[in-house]
C-alpha cells in the first residue's frame, strides 16, 4: 500500500509511521524524546523499570534496566533500545511486558519469554533469571500426545503471565491467586489452562501486578439459557432461604460461600489451602460462582462493613431514607449466622437478620401513597418523567447484550411452595414478590439473581450509590450516557415498590384473607404464574411486544468481520485495593465477571499496578482500584467497582494505557488530530528512583488533564503505559493519508455516541410510554391521573411499525458501534485500506442503511410522527431543546412531529460523511492503484445510496401530505384502506390533468399512481391496478390528435386523455419507472421489459375468477412458465401462451366426494389438454396418451384399477373424443380374456380376436360389444368351429365343428361353448372315405383378424403430425427437420428444468447431436451416406424425445402388451409376425420421407468404384452408359430389424416356442440320445467320411490324438460358433442377418479345420458337408432349434434368401428335420 501512496519527491521512509515517542509525568515543562529506530515500531510493553519494542519485520529491541542480562549491558537508555539477537530468525507478531521480565509471540504462535523468574513467570523451571528469549512449550497435555498450543498475545504481570490462545482460551503460569488454575502449589513452572474460562470466547487478557483481567464475548443464547443450581457448588448449601415473621416472609438469596477464602484476625484474606473450586463452566455471568467469596466473620475490610450494614437490614428508599435495626436484632442476627454456614439460615430456620420492627415500619411507610409518591420521581433532561410500573414488560433480555435471561431455579419454587403451605395468608404476598423478582430476574439477569458475589447484588446500600453516582456523571461528563445507566435507575425504583424489600430480600405485607383467597383460586400449578390481584389485573390490560433495542450476538451477516461488543469484564487475582471491581477487597481465586460492566460494551482493558481500566466502544473510560495519585481520573470513593473517568463533554477516548500510578489516555478533540490526557503521579526530575509506591510530596491529578505536547507528535496511533513512563506511537502525515484514516474513525466514533444518544435519550423513553398506563400522584397524593398509553395513540400497526423503526435503528447503532471499533483497532495496527470493512463488505452497511431509511418512511407514511407528537409532548415538554440537540435543529417554533422526523433521518447524512471520507482517502492513491479504485467504488456506492435515500424521504414525505390532506378531496368509500407502510404516492390527477376516454359527462374518474399500483376512483368505487401487471402505450397523435396512453391490465384496457403533451409524457414516464421500480426496484430504465414475472388476482375472467396467476406475463396475458391456482383447489403449473395453458404443464383437481386429487400432467393447446399426457384419476384409473380439446383422443392406454379391485383391466389403442375407437387391444385381467380389434364409441365392433387362459382362441365379427357374426372358434385341444355367433361363446347357426382327429359336423349350432351343444346336421369321418382332399380341414387363422396395416394407425399418424404432415408423406421435408430439431430442444430444456423425464448421460449426449439438421439428406444416397442414415436411425430411435424413439417406444409397448400374458398364445405367431413386417414398412415410409434420396425397398445402392480408369471413361461423352456395379440392396428389415427385433425379441420368440414346442421337444430328445456318444462312434454313425475325422486335437494349447473315447472334442471351434445362435442374452444376434452370420462363420470353421489335413483346392460338396455339419449341429445341443429356424426363415431378407446364406441357412433347417427322424438304433 505505501508503494502506491502518492509521494510528493522523497522517499518513503521510517520515519513517516511507528515513530516512538517517550516521557514521564505531565509537567508543562515535560518534552517527549524521539526514539531513532531503523524501522517503525508496530507495538511497545512497558515493564516497572523496561521497555519492549516490537518493529515491522519482527524484530524486538529492548531498553530500560535488565539485571537479569548478567553479564551484558544491564542498563540502556530509552534512546537506545539493543536489539534482542536471540529472536534472530523468528518474525515476533506481539510482545508483552512484566514488572521485571518481558515474553514475545512469534509467527507460528511459540512463546518466548526471558527476566526474572523467581515466581516461574518465565516458565522456565530450574532459573531464577533468564538473561535472553528463550521458547516457553504451552502443551495441551489432554490430548495423547500434547500437541502444541499456538498462542496470540501476552500479558505480564510482576509475578505471572498469561497468554491468549488461537481457541480463544487462557493459559497461566507464575505464581499467586491472579493466575486464576486450581491449584495451591506455587510456582507453576508450565502453562495451564484457566478451566473456569473453558468454553468462553475470551478476545484480550491483561496483567496488574497481582490481578489479571479478560475480555470475553458474551456467550450465544442457547448457552447463557441453563438453569441456576439450587445449591452451591462448594459448600453444598442452599441458595435460597426463607424466613417466617409473624407478619410476614423474608426470602433471601443473598448466599455467602464461606470456602475459598481464610480470614484473619486482622480481616486481611488469603489463600486457603485445599479450597479450589470444582472444574465447571459457568452458564452466564451472573451465575453463583464456587470461587466467590465472602466473608460472615467481622472485620474492618469494606466490603464487610458493607456487608454488616446490609445484614443490619439496611435499606436505602429513592427518597433517601435509611432504615436500621437496633443493637439486640444485630446480636440476634450474629447468633443466627453462628448457627448457619456464612450467616444465612436454613430452610427451616425461623429467625432472619432483618428485625421485625424495621420491618414492620418500612411496610407501614411503603403503604403511604406520600411515600409512594418520592419513591416513582425520576427527572431527564429538566423534565419530571415517570415510568410506566410495568415498563419492565418492555425490556427484554435483548437489550442486555450478552446477558440472556436467567430463570429462577427449582429451589426457589419448592421454597415457595412450602411456604405457601405452612402460612397460606402469606402466600400472597410472597407470591407477588416472587413474580415481580422472577420478572427483574428475566429482564435484568445480574439483578437479584447472583448468589455468592460480594457486593455484586445491585440494589445494595453501595450498588446504590455507585449507580446513581455513574448517572450523574455520565451527564457531567459525556454526552452520550451509557444506555444501561437509565435502566439500572430505573430497576432501582422497582425494587423499592410496595412488597419488596432491597438487596434481594422480600418482606412481603400481610393482605386481606379476601385478597389471598380470590389470589389462591387463580393460582396454577406453575409458580411462575403466581400474582397478585393487581398483577393480574395488570395482566388483563393489553400489552405491548418488547422491542430489543441491541440485537443478540450482533448482525448476522457481520460474522467475525467486525468486533463483537456483546462483551464482559473477568477479573481474579488480589482485591486489597479493588482493583477486581466486585465491591470488596477479597482476592479471588478464579475468574468472576464483573456484573455491571456487562452491558457497557466494552472493547478493551488495561490494568496498572493496582488499578483497571475498560475502554466502552461509546469511547468512555471506567476504571476502578488504587487511587493513590487520582490514576483513575475521578475522586470519588468507593473505588472498588468500576466509574467513568471524569472528561470534558464531547472527548472521546478510543486507546487506554496503566502504569503502576498514572493512566494515559488517548482521544478525540476538537479536531481530528488525537490529544492525550494524562491521570495519575507526577513524576519530578530526579526523583525518579523514589519507590513507587510511595507518594507523599508527590503531586498528582484530581482528574485527567491534557498533554499540550500531544499536538506535536502528530497522529498518534496508540498509546502504552508502565512504571513511570509513557510511549506514544505516532504517525506522519503523509499526502494526508494518516489524517484521513483518523478523520474517517473519528467521525464514525462521535457517529455512534449520537446515535447512542438518541437511543439512549429519545428512543428508550419513547418506547417505555409503551405500556397500558402511565400514571403520577396528584399534589395531594390521593388520586394519581392516567396519561393516554402509548399504543392507544398510535393504534396497533403504528405501534408494531415504532417497535419496527427501534429494531432497525438497534441495528444500525450496533453496526456503527462495531465498525467504530473495527477503525480504531486499524488505526492501532494495520492502518490499510485493505482492511476497511466498509470497503470488502459494503453490502453489510448498505443493506443495513436501507432497511432502516425503509422503516422510517413506513412510520412517517402512516402518520406515526405525527401521532407520537402528544405522548412526546407529555414526556419531553413544550421546550424539547434536548431533541433540538440531537436533531441539530436550529429552527424555532418547529413542530415536535417534524422534529422527529428530523432526528431519525438523522443518519443518513452520515452517508455522505462515508463518501466523502472515502473519497478524501482516494486523494492520497495513484489513480491506476487497486486501493484508488476500491475506495473510488465504496465512495461512489455510499454517495448513490444517500441519493437514493434521500429520493425515498422525499416519497415519504409526499405521501404522508397527500394522505393528510385526502379527506378534503375526494370522498371515496373504502380508499383510505389503500394506506400501506411501504406504498408510496408518485403523481395524482385530482387537478383534472387526467381523464377516461369515452366516460360520461357528469362522471369523476381520479387517477392515483403509487409506487406499486395505479388506482382508479370514480364516487363511492375504486379499482386498483397493480404496476407489475400494468402496460402503457404511448397512442401516436398525429391519427387522433389526442394525447392519449393506452393502458393495458390483465382484464382492462382503457384509454386516458392527458390535457398536454408535456402531461402525457410526465404520465407516461411515471408510469414505467413506476412499473420498472416494481419489478427490479430500480427504475432506471425508460421503458420496463413488456415480458415480466408477476403475480395477479382475476376478479372479472369467467374461467379463471378468483384464481391467483403467477409466473410470467406478455402485454398483458399469461405468456411462458407460470402457475395457476383456483379457490376450489384447482392448481395449473406450466406454460401459458397468449393467456392461455400453452406447452406442457401440470394440473391438479381435487375431487371433493374421494377426498383425492385428478391430476394431469402432459401438453397443453389453447387452454386445453391437447398432445401427449399422462391422467391419474381420483378412482385409481390411469390413462397415458394423446389428448385433444381435453378428451382423449388419439392412441393412449388406460389401466383400470388394480389387481387387488374388483374389475383391473388396460386397455391400449386409438380413442376418439374420450371414446375407444378404432383398433385397440384390451386386457381383462379379471376374466383371463385379452381382445384384439376394432372399436366403437367404447364397445368392440368390427373384426377381432380374443384369447383366453384356457387356450380359446376366437376370431371373427363383433356388434355391439358382442361376438355377433361369422367367427372361428378353436379350444386348446385343436377342437374347431367356424361359423356364426350371437352372443359370447355362443354359437348360433351354421357352421362347421372339426375334432382333433379330423372328424367334424356340418350343420346349424346353438348353445354356448364349454356347457352342451345343440346340433342338427351330418357327421363326417373324412379318413373312412377316398377322398384325401378333404383330410385336412385345417381352418386358416388370420382371415377374419383385423389386418396388420390397420393395427395402430393412431401411433403412426400422431409421429406423422409431429413432423408436420397432415397424413402419411404429405408434407415438407425441411419442415419436418425443423420440426424435431424444435421438438428435442423444447425436450431438453424442459428436461433441464425437471418438468421431464430424467435421462441419461449417453441420452444427453445422443440428444445434443441430434438437434441439429443434418445436412446429408440431400442428393444421391452412396454407401458412406447410407451408413451415416443407419448410424442415425439408430441413434433417434435410441432416443425418447426424438418423434422416431417415440414411435418405437410406443410400439414396443403396443407389442408387448398385446404378445405377453394371456396373449402368449400360438395361434397368434402369424399375427405377430405379419405386425412387425407392417412396423417395418410404415417406418420405412417415414425414413424415406425424411431421406427422400434413398432408394425405394429392393432398390441397389452401387458400390463406389476405386479404378480411376473407370472414373476416366464415364467422363467421356462417347461412352455407353453401363449399369452400376452391384452393390447393397435396400430393404426395410435391413435398415430397421436391428433396431426394432432386439426389443420384441422375448415376446415373439415366446410365440415360436409354443408353437414348435412338440417338434423341439422330439428334436430335444434326439439330441439327448445321440450326444451320449462319443465323437468317432457319432461320426461313423453320422456317416461322415473317415477322411474328414479329425486326427488330433487342441487341448489347453497341445495336440492330442482322438482316439475312440475322445467326446466333444472334434469341431469344437465350430460348435462353440453355432452355439451363439441362441445366446441372445449374452450377445447382439437377434436379427435373422446376424443369426445367418453365425451360420457362415460355422462353416468357415468347419473347412478351416478339415483343410488343415486336406488339399487347398479341396471344394465341399453338399453330401460330403452335410453330415460333417450335422455333427457339428447335433454337438451344439441348440434347445429351441426350430424356432430359431422358424423365426429366421419368417423374417429373412429376400434379397438373401437365394444366396449364399439361404444355401446355409437350407442346411441348417435340414439338420434340424433330419435329426427329428433319425434312427438310433
Known amino acids: 500500500m505505501e508503494s502506491q501512496r502518492k509521494s510528493s519527491g522523497e522517499e518513503d521512509s521510517s520515519g513517516e509511521r511507528g515513530s516512538l515517542h517517550t516521557w514521564k509525568g505531565y509537567s508543562y515543562s515535560v518534552t517527549p524524546e524521539r526514539v531513532l529506530l531503523s524501522r517503525p515500531v508496530l507495538q511497545a510493553a512497558l515493564g516497572t523499570r523496561h521497555g519492549v519494542l516490537l518493529v515491522e519485520g519482527g524484530q524486538v529491541y529492548s531498553f530500560g534496566e535488565f539485571p537479569w542480562k548478567q553479564s551484558q549491558v544491564s542498563v540502556v537508555g530509552p534512546l537506545k533500545p539493543v536489539l534482542e539477537s536471540a529472536l534472530s530468525g523468528q518474525r515476533v507478531v506481539a510482545v508483552a511486558a512484566g514488572s521485571f521480565h518481558s515474553g514475545a509471540v512469534t509467527e507460528d504462535g511459540g512463546v518466548h519469554m526471558w527476566g526474572e523468574n523467581s515466581f516461574g513467570q518465565c516458565g522456565l523451571s530450574s532459573l531464577t533469571v533468564v538473561p535472553n528469549p528463550t521458547p516457553v512449550a504451552v502443551l495441551d497435555p489432554d490430548t495423547s500426545p500434547p500437541h502444541t498450543i499456538r498462542v496470540l498475545e501476552l500479558a505480564c504481570g510482576e509475578q505471572h503471565s498469561l497468554a491468549l490462545s488461537a481457541q480463544h482460551e487462557v493459559w497461566a503460569w507464575g505464581s499467586g491467586c491472579q493466575l486464576g488454575l486450581v491449584t495451591t502449589i506455587f510456582p507453576v513452572w508450565k502453562p495451564q489452562k484457566v478451566e473456569h474460562l473453558a468454553g468462553r470466547h475470551v478476545l484480550q487478557v491483561a496483567c496488574g501486578a497481582f490481578h489479571s483481567l479478560a475480555l470475553v464475548r458474551c456467550l450465544p443464547p442457547q448457552e447463557a439459557r441453563r438453569p441456576l443450581p439450587d445449591k452451591c457448588g462448594q459448600c453444598n448449601q442452599l441458595l435460597y432461604t426463607m424466613t417466617d415473621k409473624e407478619d410476614h416472609v423474608i426470602i433471601s438469596d443473598s448466599h455467602y460461600c464461606p470456602l475459598g477464602v481464610e480470614l484473619l484476625a486482622d480481616g486481611e484474606a488469603k489463600l486457603g489451602p485445599g479450597r479450589s473450586p470444582p472444574l465447571r463452566l459457568q452458564s452466564s455471568p451472573s451465575e453463583p460462582l464456587s470461587s466467590h467469596t465472602s466473608a460472615s466473620a467481622p472485620g474492618p475490610h469494606p466490603s464487610i462493613t458493607e456487608h454488616t450494614d446490609y445484614e443490619r437490614g439496611r435499606t436505602v428508599a429513592q427518597n433517601g431514607e435509611v432504615l436500621t435495626t437496633t443493637d439486640s436484632d444485630i446480636s440476634a442476627a450474629g447468633t443466627d449466622s453462628d448457627r448457619t454456614v456464612g450467616g444465612v439460615g436454613g430452610a427451616g430456620s425461623r429467625n432472619s437478620p432483618y428485625p421485625d420492627q424495621a420491618v414492620k415500619e418500612y411496610l407501614k411507610k411503603l403503604s403511604d401513597t406520600s411515600l409512594a409518591e418520592e419513591t416513582v420521581k425520576m427527572t431527564i433532561a429538566g423534565a419530571s418523567f415517570q415510568p410506566p410500573a410495568d415498563s419492565l414488560d418492555l425490556l427484554t433480555s435483548d437489550l442486555i447484550p450478552g446477558v440472556m435471561p436467567v430463570t429462577t431455579s427449582s429451589a426457589l419454587n419448592s421454597l415457595v411452595s412450602s411456604c405457601a403451605s405452612a402460612v397460606v395468608g402469606r402466600v400472597v404476598s410472597t407470591c407477588e414478590a416472587l413474580s415481580l423478582k422472577k420478572r427483574i430476574n428475566y429482564y435484568y439477569p445480574g439483578v437479584g439473581g447472583v448468589a455468592g458475589v460480594p457486593g455484586g447484588v445491585p440494589g445494595g446500600p453501595a450498588e446504590e450509590r455507585v449507580r446513581l453516582e455513574e448517572s450523574m456523571q455520565g451527564k457531567k461528563s459525556c454526552s452520550t450516557g451509557d444506555i444501561r445507566e437509565e435502566e439500572a435507575e430505573g430497576l432501582s425504583r422497582r425494587l423499592s415498590l410496595p412488597g419488596l424489600l432491597s438487596q434481594g430480600r422480600y418482606a412481603v405485607r400481610l393482605l386481606s384473607s379476601t385478597s389471598a383467597h380470590r389470589l389462591l383460586s387463580s393460582l396454577s400449578s406453575s409458580y411462575t404464574l403466581m400474582l397478585s390481584p393487581r398483577l393480574l389485573r395488570r395482566a388483563s390490560r393489553p400489552r405491548v411486544r418488547a422491542v430489543p433495542l441491541t440485537p443478540v450476538g450482533g448482525l448476522p451477516e457481520a460474522g467475525e468481520l467486525l468486533p463483537s461488543l456483546q462483551t464482559e469484564v473477568w477479573s481474579w487475582g488480589r482485591g486489597e485495593e479493588g482493583q477486581l471491581g466486585h465491591g470488596d477487597n477479597l482476592p479471588r481465586l478464579q475468574p468472576l465477571c464483573i456484573k455491571c460492566l456487562s452491558s457497557k460494551e466494552v472493547v478493551l482493558v488495561a490494568a496498572g499496578a493496582h488499578h483497571s481500566l475498560a475502554l466502552t466502544a461509546q469511547s468512555q473510560v471506567f476504571s476502578w482500584g488504587s487511587n493513590s495519585s487520582g490514576q483513575l481520573g475521578h475522586m470519588d470513593c468507593p473505588t472498588t467497582i468500576p466509574r467513568l473517568a471524569k472528561l470534558s463533554e464531547g472527548i472521546r477516548v478510543w486507546d487506554v494505557g496503566a502504569g503502576v500510578q498514572h493512566t494515559l489516555l488517548l482521544a478525540d478533540g476538537d479536531c481530528y488530530q488525537p490529544i492525550l490526557y494524562y491521570s495519575g503521579q507526577q513524576v519530578i526530575e530526579g526523583a525518579q528512583d523514589a519507590p513507587q509506591d510511595q507518594t507523599e510530596g508527590y503531586s498528582y491529578t484530581q482528574q485527567p488533564v491534557l498533554l499540550p505536547f500531544c499536538m506535536n507528535l502528530g497522529y498518534v496511533s496508540a498509546v502504552f503505559a508502565g512504571g513511570q513512563s509513557c510511549v506514544a506511537l505516532a504517525d506522519r502525515n503523509v499526502m494526508g493519508f494518516s489524517a484521513s484514516l483518523h478523520e474517517l474513525a473519528t467521525a464514525e466514533r462521535k457517529f455512534y455516541c449520537k446515535l447512542s444518544s438518541v437511543k439512549n435519550h429519545i428512543l428508550r423513553p419513547l418506547l417505555d410510554l ?952
Request: charged residues 25%; contains cysteine; neutral net charge.
Open 770 to 1721: 409503551g405500556e397500558n398506563y402511565c400514571c403520577r400522584y396528584s399534589s395531594t397524593g390521593q388520586r394519581p391521573w392516567v396519561r393516554e398509553s402509548l399504543s392507544t395513540a398510535l393504534g396497533p400497526a403504528s405501534t408494531v411499525m415504532l417497535q419496527s423503526l427501534a429494531r432497525c435503528y438497534s441495528r444500525l447503532c450496533h453496526l456503527t458501534g462495531q465498525h467504530s471499533a473495527s477503525l480504531t483497532a486499524n488505526l492501532r495496527r494495520r492502518r490499510e485500506v485493505k482492511s476497511l470493512v466498509m470497503l470488502e463488505h459494503a453490502s453489510i452497511f448498505l443493506d443495513t442503511y436501507n432497511e432502516y431509511c425503509c422503516s422510517v418512511g413506513n412510520f412517517l407514511v402512516m402518520g406515526g410522527f405525527q401521532a407520537l407528537a402528544k405522548p412526546s409532548l407529555d414526556f419531553f415538554g413544550k421546550c424539547p431543546e434536548l431533541l433540538q440537540r440531537l436533531a441539530e435543529s436550529s429552527e424555532e417554533n418547529i413542530p415536535l412531529s417534524d422534529l422527529l422526523v428530523t432526528l431519525f433521518y438523522l443518519p443518513m447524512r452520515h452517508l455522505h460523511e462515508y463518501g466523502r471520507l472515502l473519497l478524501k482517502l482516494g486523494t492520497c492513491f495513484e489513480v491506476s492503484s487497486v486501493d484508488y479504485q476500491k475506495l473510488q467504488d465504496g465512495c461512489s456506492k455510499f454517495e448513490a445510496l444517500a441519493l437514493h435515500l434521500k429520493r425515498r424521504r422525499k416519497e415519504a414525505e409526499y405521501t404522508y401530505h397527500f394522505w393528510k390532506s385526502f379527506p378534503g378531496k375526494m370522498t371515496v368509500s373504502g380508499l383510505d384502506s389503500l394506506r400501506k407502510p411501504h406504498r408510496r404516492l408518485i403523481c395524482e390527477s385530482s387537478n383534472k390533468a387526467l381523464t377516461l376516454q369515452n366516460s360520461g359527462r357528469f362522471s369523476v374518474n381520479w387517477f392515483i399512481l403509487f409506487n406499486d399500483a395505479l388506482v382508479h376512483a370514480q364516487f363511492s368505487t375504486h379499482h386498483v391496478f397493480p404496476l407489475a401487471t400494468l402496460w402503457v402505450e404511448p397512442i401516436p397523435e398525429e391519427n387522433t390528435g389526442l394525447y392519449g396512453l393506452k393502458l393495458i391490465s390483465p382484464e382492462e384496457t382503457f384509454t386516458l386523455l392527458a390535457c398536454s403533451s408535456m402531461e402525457k409524457a410526465k404520465w407516461l414516464r411515471s408510469i414505467n419507472q413506476a412499473v420498472d421500480q416494481a419489478m427490479s426496484g430500480a427504475g432506471q430504465r425508460a421503458e420496463p421489459p413488456i415480458s415480466r414475472t408477476a403475480s395477479y388476482t382475476f376478479y372479472k375472467d369467467s374461467r379463471l375468477k378468483e384464481a391467483t396467476y403467477e409466473g410470467r406475463w406478455l402485454a398483458g396475458k399469461p405468456n411462458g412458465r407460470g402457475m395457476v391456482k383456483w379457490l376450489d383447489g384447482r392448481i395449473y403449473t406450466g406454460t401459458f401462451k397468449n393467456g392461455l395453458e400453452d406447452g406442457f404443464g401440470d394440473y391438479v383437481i381435487p375431487s371433493k366426494t374421494l377426498n383425492l386429487n385428478d391430476h394431469y400432467q402432459g401438453h397443453w393447446k389453447e387452454g386445453k389438454m391437447h398432445g401427449i399426457g399422462t391422467y391419474k384419476y381420483a378412482t385409481g384409473e390411469l390413462y397415458e396418451g394423446s389428448f385433444q380439446d381435453n378428451m382423449r383422443h388419439g392412441h393412449g392406454m388406460l389401466r383400470s384399477g388394480t389387481l387387488n379391485s374388483s374389475s383391473p383391466s388396460v386397455f391400449i389403442g386409438q380413442w376418439v373424443h374420450d371414446k375407444k375407437t378404432g383398433y385397440g387391444v384390451f386386457d381383462d385381467i379379471t376374466r383371463g380374456e385379452k381382445y384384439m380389434g376394432m372399436w366403437q364409441d367404447d364397445q368392440r365392433q368390427g373384426t377381432g380376436v380374443i384369447v383366453t387362459q384356457f387356450g380359446l382362441y376366437y376370431e371373427g365379427a363383433f356388434n355391439n360389444n358382442k361376438m355377433q357374426g361369422t367367427g372361428v372358434l378353436l379350444s386348446e385341444d385343436n377342437t374347431t368351429y367356424e361359423g356364426e355367433f350371437s352372443e359370447d361363446w355362443t354359437l348360433n347357426g351354421k357352421g362347421v365343428l372339426t375334432m382333433a382327429n379330423g372328424d367334424y359336423f356340418e350343420g346349424s349350432f346353438t348353445g354356448e361353448w364349454g356347457s352342451g351343444l345343440k346340433v342338427t346336421g351330418s357327421f363326417f369321418k373324412p379318413n373312412l372315405y377316398d377322398s384325401d382332399g378333404d383330410k385336412g380341414r385345417a381352418v386358416k387363422l388370420g382371415r377374419l383378424a383385423v389386418r396388420p396395416e390397420e393395427k395402430w394407425r393412431a401411433v403412426f399418424e400422431e409421429c406423422w403430425m409431429r413432423l408436420g404432415c397432415e397424413a402419411p408423406g404429405q408434407g415438407e421435408n425441411q419442415r419436418a427437420w425443423e420440426n424435431i430439431a424444435v421438438a428435442l430442444t423444447t425436450s431438453r430444456r424442459r428436461h433441464r428444468d425437471g418438468s421431464e423425464m430424467n435421462l441419461s448421460r449417453t441420452h444427453n449426449r445422443t440428444l445434443g447431436s441430434l438437434e441439429f439438421i443434418p445436412q446429408q439428406h440431400v442428393g444421391p444416397v452412396t454407401m458412406e451416406k447410407y451408413d451415416r442414415i443407419r448410424h442415425s436411425l439408430i441413434k433417434a430411435c435410441d432416443m425418447p424425445l426424438h418423434p422416431l424413439g417415440m414411435l418405437m417406444e410406443t410400439l414396443v409397448a403396443v407389442y408387448r402388451m398385446t404378445y405377453v400374458g394371456v396373449g402368449a398364445n400360438r395361434r397368434l405367431l402369424l399375427q405377430a409376425v405379419n405386425e412387425i413386417m407392417s412396423y417395418l414398412a410404415r417406418i420405412f415410409q417415414l425414413v424415406r420421407f425424411l431421406f427422400p434420396d434413398l432408394p425405394e425397398e429392393g432398390g441397389a445402392i452401387p458400390e463406389p468404384s476405386s479404378d480411376p480408369q473407370d472414373k476416366k471413361d464415364s467422363n467421356c461423352a462417347d461412352t455407353q452408359l453401363e449399369s452400376p456395379k452391384p452393390g447393397r440392396v435396400v430393404s426395410s428389415s435391413a435398415l430397421l430389424l436391428p433396431v426394432l427385433l432386439p426389443r420384441l425379441y422375448p415376446p415373439l420368440f415366446t410365440l415360436y416356442a409354443l408353437e414348435k414346442e412338440r417338434e423341439d421337444d422330439v428334436y430335444w430328445e434326439c439330441v439327448l440320445r445321440l450326444n451320449k456318444q462319443p465323437d468317432m462312434a457319432l461320426l461313423a454313425f453320422l456317416g461322415v467320411q473317415h477322411k474328414f475325422w479329425p486326427v488330433s486335437v487342441p487341448v489347453l494349447g497341445e495336440k492330442t490324438e482322438v482316439v475312440s473315447s475322445t467326446k466333444d472334442a472334434c469341431f469344437a471351434s465350430a460348435t462353440e460358433t453355432l452355439q451363439q445362435i441362441r445366446q441372445f442374452v449374452f450377445s447382439t444376434t437377434f436379427t435373422p442377418s446376424d443369426k445367418l452370420q453365425v451360420i457362415q462363420l460355422t462353416f468357415e470353421e468347419i473347412t478351416k479345420e478339415v483343410m488343415s489335413s486336406l488339399e487347398d483346392n479341396f471344394l465341399w460338396s453338399m453330401d460330403d458337408l452335410f453330415p460333417v455339419f450335422l455333427y457339428v449341429v447335433l454337438r451344439a445341443r441348440i434347445r429351441n432349434l426350430g424356432s430359431e429356424v422358424s423365426l429366421i426363415e419368417d423374417l429373412m431378407d429376400p434379397c438373401v434368401q437365394h444366396g449364399e446364406h439361404g444355401i446355409m441357412f437350407t442346411t441348417l433347417k435340414a439338420c434340424y428335420y433330419q435329426i427329428q427322424h433319425e434312427k438310433t438304433t
